[in-house]
């Protein structure tokens, strides 16, 4: 196949992923999501086992990486779901964080346009050495922005799946027309031995 195939378009599309996902995995640890690290991990391998796939033509790992591109898909609705409010999901629960900390994605403190204040809680009894955090100025809530992030996610998700498909169909097909094409093999295996055996079953006769 040549390069402007699906083959290509395929590699190009995991190659994207992977950096989507890298980027991604990078901002979701400065905010400590923990359930989107472990996705975001496990997504990555899969899609490096797809790109191997791709270009070693091994059409099982393309088929896992199709399996995977639906269950990604799923995963980034939720992740929509639960940024929007959708089905009684909250973003200000510890959900995504395995109700290990109280932490938020980044981007509620660091969005583009957003200042960041702390006002000291001294006045307080108990709370001397903490502070009240308030971010203002914000141009774009963060829950659009991971919204943003799911949505580009399962659009690139969506487009491999597709590539994906049509490129195990296309190594399928061709593995089918080499087999059909070594069985019309002119001389095959069981006729190597015909003639030696001929030849020995004279000599057996031959007068002393």
């Not at 690290?37 to 796939?53: D, E, T, Y």
């Not at 270009?55 to 609705?77: D, E, H, K, L, S």
């Not at 992030?149 to 498909?165: K, M, T």
Request: one cysteine or more; charged letters at 15%.
């Amino acid at each position: 196949m040549g390069c402007c195939t699906g083959r290509c378009t395929l590699i190009f599309l995991c190659a994207l992923q992977l950096l989507a996902a890298l980027e991604r995995q990078v901002f979701d640890f400065l905010g400590y999501q923990w359930a989107p690290i472990l996705a975001n991990f496990l997504h990555i391998i899969i899609v490096i086992l797809g790109l191997f796939g791709t270009i070693q033509y091994r059409p099982r790992y393309i088929v896992v990486y199709a399996i995977w591109t639906a269950i990604w898909v799923t995963w980034n609705i939720f992740i929509i779901c639960f940024y929007l409010e959708v089905g009684g999901l909250s973003k200000d629960s510890e959900l995504l964080t395995f109700n290990i900390s109280r932490h938020q994605s980044w981007w509620s403190e660091n969005g583009p346009g957003c200042v960041r204040k702390e006002a000291s809680m001294s006045g307080i009894k108990g709370l001397d050495s903490h502070s009240y955090v308030s971010v203002i100025g914000c141009a774009l809530e963060y829950r659009y922005i991971e919204v943003m992030h799911s949505s580009f996610q399962i659009l690139i998700a969506l487009v491999g799946f597709v590539y994906a498909c049509y490129v195990v169909s296309v190594f399928t097909e061709e593995e089918d027309s080499f087999d059909f094409i070594g069985g019309f093999d002119p001389f095959p295996l069981y006729h190597v031995n015909e003639k030696p055996t001929n030849l020995l079953f004279k000599q057996t006769y031959l007068p002393a």
